[in-house]
């Protein structure tokens, strides 16, 4: 099965959908009933963390037949009728200005948080969000605490879970700094995964995340047809996945080797995923092998599930199941960054883990990671450099998603807050949000002994292909055989193969 099969499958394999497998509901549309967070981090009241959103509250952006003149300071009547009576072209031309004012103050007012919420005596520089909240991780680098206090103050003014995108992502960026401030904020990362919404509604989170953005299927579909490729002519396969999650992963994959001509190979699947999934996930990984089982009863290939409920950096060869005989790939996708690297523990678990990898002789491993530097840097730039990336992240939604859908505020939320308030916040062992750059990832796993397996010309112009289902915006970007999918000029995610 060579990668040209592999992705004809994804072009016809309609009938193969995030729901069609035992334990995942189809989505509703809206969602009908979203849990609210329930614990406070913070003194304030305004934090996206509390009560995060009332159903029965309206929200700041209310439907079209709410929006009357009685929510709007605007008054029509000051400005004079354009079809009154016969007037001059200029006189018309100064008319038509004005309304055009007006439906700007219009557009202004509906686009900005709720009433009450913004300073109108703000200095112009504050009203620059980005600026204020830089300036807010300033003054806490700095120690000026009551700098730091009246620029939360302000801060808080004019974020807002339901605005724009950088007023959403402020919003969860300042509650970040307030908890760093009081050094709670691995208080807040823990109750965050502790009160993470469970079964279905998280997997609904995931779901719409892996339906409207190509994140997610970018980093699958680029690992899954390097490893097409590297055993398209073996019989046994054993796929080692550091992060199996739902194993929506596998789904095409195993649909395409199913068909291939000489007959579907047997394929065992080793998955690991951290010991407290299950509560996030109902049956944890118990659910994932169900849903294999259904796949492979489905397309008539043989799938074995080798479950081990350990985090990586625990991971011993013994734990694996090598077989004599079996072709290994090992999938890496937006995990490798979870494990410590020679910054925090001395014994270096991640190299450790890929020189582990390596010793197994695997035909192909496959890594997919956030193209974003916040391993070592310090603080400040740490915070800069989170803060332009979750910009890119949030302004991406923008474009598919009402920003007073609830089941935005939650994607938000559970699928990239809890992140960014743990790279914001945390320090220590308690960071586990350290990304690295490709650049990084690249002299890691050439210290550990591998060298690049470039994605082919094939692969490459069908992840472009991809794209033209999402956004304009979206790009993609060839780099020593690696794909880079970005949004703007911001790169986000890197993916690349190694043997």
């Known amino acids: 099965m060579d990668s040209h099969k592999f992705f004809a499958h994804i072009r016809t394999g309609a009938d193969l959908s995030f729901s069609s497998f035992p334990a995942i509901q189809s989505l509703p549309n809206p969602i009908s009933s979203i849990d609210c967070l329930k614990f406070n981090p913070t003194s304030s009241p305004n934090s996206p963390f509390t009560d995060y959103i009332d159903p029965q509250t309206p929200s700041a952006f209310r439907d079209s037949h709410d929006l009357t003149t009685e929510n709007f300071p605007l008054n029509y009547s000051s400005y004079p009728q354009l079809c009154s009576s016969p007037t001059t072209f200029l006189q018309n031309l100064n008319r038509s200005q004005m309304m055009k004012r007006a439906l700007l103050q219009l557009e202004s007012d509906l686009m900005r948080p709720e009433e009450g919420t913004m300073s109108a005596a703000a200095a112009a520089p504050l009203n620059d969000i980005k600026w204020l909240l830089t300036a807010c991780a300033r003054a806490l680098d700095e120690k000026k605490l009551s700098d730091f206090d009246r620029l939360v103050d302000h801060a808080r003014g004019v974020v807002s879970i339901t605005g724009n995108p950088i007023q959403r992502l402020g919003a969860y960026m300042i509650e970040g700094l307030v908890a760093r401030k009081e050094a709670s904020g691995s208080n807040i990362y823990r109750a965050l995964r502790c009160n993470e919404p469970t079964g279905n509604d998280l997997l609904s989170y995931m779901h719409i995340l892996y339906e409207i953005c190509p ?26 996945d550091f992060q199996i999650a739902q ?51 489905r397309f008539k290939i043989q799938v074995e599930f080798h479950p081990v409920p350990v985090y990586a950096s625990l991971i011993t060869i013994d734990m694996l199941g090598v077989r004599p005989g079996e072709s290994l790939a090992v999938n890496f996708p937006l995990q490798l960054h979870h494990t410590p690297d020679e910054s925090v523990d001395v014994k270096n678990p991640r190299d450790g883990l890929l020189r582990l990898v390596k010793s197994l002789s695997p035909k192909v491993v496959t890594l997919v990671e ?16 989170a803060l332009d990336y979750y910009s890119a992240m949030f302004e991406s939604l923008d474009v598919v998603l ?33 990304h690295e750059m490709l650049g990084k990832w690249k002299s890691r796993f050439s210290m550990a002994g591998f060298q690049p397996y470039p994605l082919s010309s094939y692969v490459n112009s069908v992840l472009k292909g991809l794209l033209k289902c999402y956004s304009e915006h979206y790009t993609i970007v060839e780099k020593d055989g690696a794909m880079l999918l970005g949004w703007k000029e911001r790169n986000l995610i890197s993916t690349s193969a190694w043997h």
């Open 215 to 240: 994140y997610l299927k970018f980093g699958y579909e680029a690992a899954n047809g390097a490893i097409a490729e590297a055993c398209r002519n073996d019989d046994r396969i054993h796929i080692i």
């Open 247 to 297: 194993g929506t992963q596998w789904m095409t994959l195993l649909q395409a080797l199913a068909a291939r001509p000489s007959g579907p190979p047997h394929v065992r699947i080793t998955g690991i995923d951290d010991p407290v999934s299950r509560h996030a996930r109902g049956d944890g990984l118990a659910a994932v092998g169900k849903r294999l089982a259904a796949i492979s009863e």
């Open 370 to 385: 956030q193209e974003s530097n916040t391993n070592t840097a310090p603080f400040l730039p740490r915070f800069r450099e």
């Open 402 to 434: 009402a920003r007073d859908r609830k089941e935005r505020i939650s994607v938000e939320q559970h699928c990239l807050a809890r992140d960014l308030v743990n790279v914001i916040a945390c320090e220590g062992k308690e960071r586990v949000e350290r």
